[in-house]
């Protein structure tokens, strides 16, 4: 009877890669669900437009959430209609359209950020001095 402690694996199969699974669509949401989402900011106060337009650009250009967090001021081609987005995950820059509507928001939300020491777009708070 051997020894079932010195055995040693010979599968010929242990090097070869197994392949991916298929990943399941993931679903989006429904209009109801986005109508309730966008209606959610306080449009009367700085977070609620900074927080709707963030959410607005997300929706229209599909970009990462880290993405838009690194969107600079000078980031944004008004002429062009379009952002340019550095921060990426795979560390290649490039350049998305934006549509009227968006660029219109944007400018609403420049009009309330104001001009301020820092080059980032998105700022978490608005002080007043």
Known sequence: MPNQKSKTSNNRLSDIKLLKDRKKVVETFTNEQLQTLFNQPNLRSFVGVRNYTFMLLLLETGVRVSELEGVCVQDILWNES????????????????IQLKMKNQLQKYIQIRGVMETDAFFVLYLWIS
Do not use: C, G, S
Not at 85 to 91: A, L, M, P, Q, S
């Open 82 to 97: 379009k952002l340019h987005i550095r921060n990426t995950k795979t560390y290649k820059e490039r350049i998305v359209p």
